[in-house]
């Protein structure tokens, strides 16, 4: 069975700075693009991040650029999203999810698998 499954998220002061991580389990993402999206109370999920599957390329949401570094380490199946220099508006519940293919992507339905998701607080 697929899984993903994050962990990171928690409660931090505008300005800070969290580590997520999506754990793959039940097989190798390794030659798939995976990816962060985040959603907002009362909003509509929203792409954050891609990563291709080599690594080499990256995406971000102009919301985060300069902020956040999306990762990936294939000996670990796992993917990170560094977040610095947290603001309010990044409150949200992030989803990690993997695509079927190795390039990067921002729309929801060009991803196969998702995870549970973790909620990520900032406070003022």
């Known amino acids: 069975q697929v899984r993903l499954v994050e962990s990171g998220g928690g409660l931090v002061q505008a300005g800070g700075s969290l580590r997520l991580s999506c754990a793959a389990s039940?097989?190798?993402?390794?030659?798939?693009?995976m990816g962060w999206f985040r959603q907002a109370p009362g909003k509509e999920r929203e792409f954050v991040a891609s990563i291709s599957a080599s690594g080499t390329n990256t995406r971000y949401a102009d919301s985060v650029k300069g902020r956040f570094t999306i990762s990936r380490d294939d000996s670990k199946n796992t993917v990170y999203l560094q977040m610095n220099s947290l603001q309010l508006e990044d409150t949200a519940v992030y989803y990690c999810?993997?695509?079927?293919?190795?390039?990067?992507?921002?729309?929801?339905?060009?991803?196969?698998?998702w995870g549970q998701g973790t909620q990520v607080t900032v406070s003022s």
């Open positions: 999810a993997a695509r079927w293919y190795s390039t990067t992507a921002v729309y929801e339905g060009n991803y196969a698998y």
């Open positions: 039940g097989r190798s993402f390794s030659n798939n693009a």
